[in-house]
């Protein structure tokens, strides 16, 4: 099945700066998605972004499926930023794989 | 705006008790889905519902693990005996269906706890 790797495993920054998340894929996918989970465990939707570039206020998303990758960026990152960021991709069948996650702390 | 909802949202329970998670997805979504979720880890496909029937469960530990979606609404999953190792999320998500576009909703999850 499609392996997915995410990275970094944990960030922390402060309050205001930028970040890049990546998210790697081991074959060809017809879905990816970004979730925030927030503290309480509710997966939050952040982007659905098989290809191309989307924007949502401070949050963008890019996937090159061609390149089996998708990055996904927080600019003047606040405090409620904080929680862990997951990466879902499925192939043509609609099996669904979580990446790990990465862990984002933003500091006040 | 609609949701996934699921019930009970906490769970606590001895082992070899048996327990019972209930799912409604979005109204309209045909797919249901249910996950696992370790604490530390990404979630963890278990079953996939299209309408009632049963498209992929290969993940699903049936010797104690069984999901219905009788009427192709709402879904239960079911637990017996529950196991130490079963304390965990469980999560529902449901989709449109659609090969093209099959964007997934999470509901709130069911945190269980197995003592």
């Not at chain 1, 495993?9 to 925030?36: K, M, Y």
């Not at chain 1, 089996?68 to 930023?81: A, K, N, P």
């Not at chain 2, 637990?79 to 190792?85: D, H, R, S, T, V």
Request: contains cysteine; glycine residues 8%; aromatic residues 12%.
């Amino acid at each position: 099945g499609i392996q997915v790797e995410q990275s970094p495993p944990d960030l922390i920054l402060q309050e205001g700066a930028n970040s890049t998340l990546r998210c790697n894929f081991s074959d060809s996918v017809n879905n990816l998605q970004w979730f925030h989970q927030n503290p309480w465990g509710q997966l939050i939707n952040l982007f659905y972004i098989p290809s191309g570039t989307k924007q949502n206020g401070r949050l963008s998303a890019t996937t090159v499926a061609t390149e089996r990758y998708s990055l996904l960026y927080i600019s003047s990152s606040q405090t409620t930023d904080s929680g862990v960021y997951f990466c879902a991709v499925a192939d043509y069948g609609q099996n669904f794989v979580f990446g790990p996650g990465t862990r984002l702390s933003v500091l006040p | 705006e609609a949701e996934v909802a699921q019930s009970p949202r906490y769970k606590i329970t001895e082992k070899s008790q048996a327990v019972a998670f209930w799912c409604d997805p979005i109204s309209g979504h045909a797919t249901l889905y249910w996950y696992r979720q370790i604490l530390g880890q990404g979630p963890e496909l278990l079953v996939q519902f299209q309408d009632e029937s049963v498209v992929d469960d290969s993940q699903l530990p049936k010797d104690r693990f069984s999901a219905e979606r009788l009427k192709g609404v709402d879904s239960t999953l079911k637990i017996q005996p529950a196991e130490l190792g079963d304390s965990a999320m469980y999560l529902c998500a449901s989709s449109k269906v659609g090969l093209v576009y099959n964007e997934q909703f999470f509901g709130p999850g069911t945190r269980l706890t197995v003592l």
